[in-house]
C-alpha cells in the first residue's frame, strides 16, 4: 500500500515491470488522458487496488486490509508505506490505535522519514519528532534504520513479519539522495526537473550504479 501517493512513479515502475502494462506507458506519466497520474488511481491504473495520496488515509486502509485478511484466513501481510506528512495526520495514529487493539500483527507502517514536505521541512510545518517513539507508545513494535541501506531494509521487513504485534520501520532518509541538484531539497518535491538537470541527474545515478557494481562484482 503506498500511503504516500504522491511517490506514485516508482509504483508506476515496479507495476509495469511485473506486467501490469507496457513500460512504454510510463513515458506518459501525468499527461492528459493517461492512465498514469500524480496520484494513484485503482479505477484507470491497472495493478492499483487502492487510490491514495489524501494523506493520513493509507494506514487506516491497510488495517482494513490486514483485518479481512484474517477473517477470512489468509496468511498474507501488508506493508503500508508512509511518508513523514502522514505521521501529521490523526486518523494515521487513530489506525495505530486501532492496530493495536486488534492485535494485527499481520499489518507494517514503512515510514519513509525524510524530514522534507512541499511546503519545506517537517520541523518547520509540523514536528514529529521522534517517529519510533511514539509508535512505541502505540504499542507498536519498532525498528529505525538507514532507508538507503538496502541490506538493512530487507532485514527489518523479514523482522516486521515474525513480530506478535504490529510493526513499525522508521527509516531515516535524505529525499533526492544521490542527485546533488535535489538531495535534501524540498522544492522537487512535485516539481519534474528540467531537461538537462534530468540528464545530469541520470549521470550521477549511473555512475553511482557503476560503482556499486563494480563493489559487488555485477556486470552488465
Known amino acids: 500500500m503506498l500511503s504516500k501517493g504522491h511517490a506514485a512513479p516508482i509504483q508506476y515502475a515496479a507495476l509495469a515491470r511485473h506486467g501490469y502494462f507496457p513500460l512504454q506507458d510510463l513515458m ?13 488511481d485503482m479505477t484507470r491504473t491497472p495493478g492499483v487496488e487502492v487510490s491514495t495520496g489524501s494523506l493520513g488515509q ?11 485478511l484474517r477473517i477470512d484466513r489468509i496468511d498474507a501481510h501488508v506493508f503500508a508505506l508512509l511518508s513523514d506528512g502522514d505521521c501529521q495526520e490523526g486518523q494515521t495514529w487513530e489506525a495505530a490505535t486501532a492496530a493495536a487493539h486488534f492485535e494485527a500483527a499481520n499489518v507494517t507502517a514503512v515510514i519513509d522519514y525524510n524530514h522534507l514536505q512541499t511546503d519545506g521541512t517537517t520541523e518547520e510545518v509540523m514536528d514529529i519528532k521522534n517517529v519510533r517513539r511514539k509508535f512505541e507508545a502505540f504499542e507498536w513494535d519498532t525498528v529505525e534504520i538507514d532507508g538507503h541501506d538496502m541490506g538493512a531494509v530487507v532485514e527489518a521487513l523479514e523482522w516486521s513479519r515474525e513480530r506478535d504485534r504490529p510493526a513499525a520501520i522508521v ?19 512535485g516539481k519534474p526537473p528540467t531537461p538537462e538537470q534530468a540528464e545530469q541527474a541520470l549521470v550521477e ?3 553511482t550504479l557503476a560503482r556499486q557494481d563494480q563493489a559487488l562484482g555485477i556486470s552488465r
Do not use: W, Y
Open 28 to 40: 506518459e506519466l501525468r499527461k492528459l488522458d493517461a492512465h498514469l497520474q500524480g496520484h494513484p
Open 171 to 189: 527509516c531515516q532518509t535524505r529525499k533526492g539522495c544521490g542527485v546533488s541538484l535535489m538531495e535534501n531539497q524540498f522544492g522537487f518535491h
Open 58 to 68: 493509507g494506514l487506516s486502509m491497510s488495517l482494513g486490509i490486514a483485518l479481512a
Open 205 to 207: 545515478l549511473e555512475e
